[in-house]
């Protein structure tokens, strides 16, 4: 078990590192008022009105970060990838069809968002659509390993 704080504790360290920098980053925003239109869905989705930088959303500084410098984004999803993994292997252990269910709906998860990313026209988008997508493909990969894992286990009793 303490492997498994371990290795947790690092992926919420890298992830909680990585959001720091990328809202820093994204703060960008609040000088490029040709952006404010296309990089602030959060802000268009609480309607809120936009007449200076100081109006934006914060979780909109994490979308324009992921639109024009994706690598810090990029690495906050992939520690959450990591955590997820490491915490479905951990409740395997715990109990197994829960396991398995969670690692269903993760990868549920991932392949609608890599479906949001699917026709995106930024860099940072199409690195998203990658990201998203082979986390799902390895969420998909987990659930059928251990399903049969446990299938073939019960298989093997007398």
Request: with cysteine; proline share 3%.
């Amino acid at each position: 078990m303490f492997k498994y704080v371990i290795q947790l504790i690092l992926g919420f360290l890298t992830l909680l590192v990585s959001t720091a920098i990328s809202w820093y980053e994204g703060s960008g925003i609040i000088d490029n008022p040709f952006e404010w239109k296309y990089s602030t869905p959060f802000s268009q989705l609480f309607n809120m009105e936009i007449n200076n930088g100081q109006d934006i959303s914060q979780l909109d500084y994490f979308v324009y970060e992921a639109k024009f410098q994706p690598f810090f984004p990029t690495i906050m999803t992939v520690s959450v990838i990591y955590i997820f993994a490491v915490l479905i292997v951990f409740i395997y252990q715990l109990n197994r069809q829960l396991s398995i269910i969670l690692s269903g709906i993760i990868s549920c998860v991932g392949i609608v968002s890599s479906g949001i990313f699917l026709n995106s026209t930024t860099d940072g988008g199409n690195v998203f659509f990658g990201i998203t997508a082979v986390g799902a493909l390895i969420f998909i990969c987990i659930t059928i390993s251990l399903w049969y894992k446990k299938n073939s286990s019960f298989n093997l009793q007398p």
